[in-house]
């Protein structure tokens, strides 16, 4: 049969999302957020999810829609300081004890799910040496310098913004919407792919910034 | 004696940045040095968000929600810009292509260690970004930051009270007061503002300070803020 990773909507492609699901979400400085897709997950309602997202909370992102229906069990981000003065729905819900937090630094966060993805379970970043983060980790010396151990992250499904795709699943990036969309989508499960425009004719190769076999769902939004 | 404002600081770093470096400039002050480059350095500035070569930012008519750095600034690219993912991006930072990150900062220690992700808010989440990579990674941290905080206590200090982003990473540090080089015999001095002396300036920081036989005068070209931050 041939191959059409093509869905109808939103709705559909998350049908089949359950409880306790870990989500990885793309977007980070403005650019590349699912948001079609996030709130169709909010629609479905899942529990118990464990969001993978470099911020908890961003001004435009919709992830925070996810947090106030109180869907949400645990956050793991670079990022969980809300704008402005007065704490977001992240903060409050991680105040309350009613969310847990994983929050550590973005290039670790980047390869944790690169690792995830590339079939590694762990490796040794000098990064967060000597910092709370790092704390309690193994750290070991190679050569001059102290590294920390870190673990790979996989996950059940990754909601990932792009510019167009085509029936195989090939993804093309405007501009800086690229961030993490590619690296999360080659750690999850099931990789679902909201997009300005399904073009008719497959995307030429040199231009495919994430290669079909790593995506399993396709949703038009439009821009 | 007169304080350098946030963009005269900028101004100051800026003039130290060489001809073909590849800079990261972070979320705050920072940003302000790619607008006083000196005249005829070819600078490509890198984002973490993968962005090589940032451009000025956009015109409102030409902003574009796609096109923008990791402080969410909507940005143009530079001629012979690319833009690469967050993995990627990160692996440019730790595997030690950036010349030289330039970082605000809460607290800078005698020996290099810095602070500058976390402040303690009550009420409000940690943001680590990629604030740790860049200062563990980089191959030179500068620190831009006022010298002393909102209440008058030293941000320079023996040790960092605030939890540390990097240990032993900052090599210079740029205030409204002085150019200080971080070295393994602790802080050197190398200019001051007019007016200011050598009591004065121990004074105002935490650490113990060395002054270079060459110290000079720091004289910055007149610079205004714009006029909401003027005070």
């Given at each position: 049969m041939p191959i059409d990773k093509r869905f109808g909507s939103a709705p559909e492609a998350l049908a089949d999302i359950a409880d306790g699901a870990t989500v990885f979400i793309s977007g980070f400085g403005g650019a590349g957020f699912p948001n079609g897709l996030i709130r169709a997950l909010r629609d479905r309602a899942a529990r118990d999810l464990t969001l993978v997202v470099?911020?908890?909370?961003?001004?435009?992102?919709?992830?925070h829609e996810l947090i106030e229906a109180g869907l949400v069990r645990k956050v793991v981000c670079t990022a969980a300081r809300g704008q402005g003065r007065e704490p977001s729905a992240f903060e409050r819900q991680w105040m309350a004890g009613t969310i847990e937090l994983e929050c550590m630094p973005q290039g670790t966060f980047a390869e944790r799910i690169r690792a995830g993805g590339a079939g590694i379970a762990a490796f040794y970043t000098p990064?967060?040496?000597?910092t709370e983060p790092a704390q309690g980790k193994e750290v070991r010396r190679f050569g001059k310098r102290e590294y920390v151990l870190e673990q790979a992250i996989t996950g059940d499904l990754a909601l990932v913004r792009a510019d167009t795709a085509d029936r195989y699943g090939n993804l093309s990036f405007r501009y800086a919407q690229m961030n993490f969309g590619p690296v999360m989508a080659t750690a999850a499960a099931c990789v679902v792919a909201e997009v300005r425009a399904v073009l008719d004719e497959p995307i030429p190769h040199e231009r495919?910034?994430?290669?079909?076999?790593?995506?399993d769902r396709i949703v038009a939004v439009g821009a | 004696m007169k304080p350098l404002n946030r963009l005269q600081i900028a101004w100051r770093a800026a003039q130290d940045i060489g001809d073909g470096m590849v800079v990261n400039l972070g979320m705050?002050?920072?940003?302000?040095?790619a607008d006083y480059?000196?005249?005829?350095?070819d600078v490509f500035i890198h984002s973490?968000?993968?962005?090589?070569g940032v451009g000025p930012l956009a015109a409102p008519e030409h902003a574009?929600?796609?096109?923008?750095d990791a402080g969410s600034r909507r940005i143009t690219l530079r001629r012979g810009a690319a833009i690469i993912d967050s993995s990627w991006s990160f692996a440019v930072i730790r595997g030690g292509h950036i010349d030289v990150a330039i970082l605000g900062a809460f607290e800078v220690a005698a020996n290099g260690d810095l602070a500058n992700?976390?402040?303690?808010?009550?009420g409000k989440g940690p943001l680590i970004g990629g604030a740790m990579d860049l200062a563990s990674c980089a191959c030179a941290v500068w620190v831009i930051m006022d010298?002393?905080?909102?209440?008058?206590?030293?941000?320079?200090?023996?040790?960092?009270?605030l939890p540390l982003?990097?240990?032993?990473?900052?090599?210079r540090v740029y205030t409204d007061l002085a150019v200080v080089d971080i070295t393994p015999a602790g802080m050197l001095v190398r200019e001051m503002i007019e007016g200011m002396d050598e009591a004065e300036l121990r004074a105002r920081t935490g650490a113990a300070l060395t002054f270079a036989p060459d110290c000079r005068p720091l004289t910055p070209p007149p610079l205004e803020l714009p006029v909401a931050e003027r005070r």
């Open positions: 470099n911020s908890a909370t961003h001004r435009y992102s919709l992830t990064v967060g040496v000597g495919v910034q994430l290669p079909g076999l790593y995506v | 705050g002050m920072p940003v302000a040095v480059l000196r005249p005829g350095a973490e968000n993968g962005v090589i574009d929600t796609d096109l923008v992700w976390d402040m303690r808010l009550p010298h002393v905080t909102r209440a008058g206590g030293p941000r320079l200090l023996e040790t960092c009270t982003t990097a240990v032993g990473c900052v090599r």
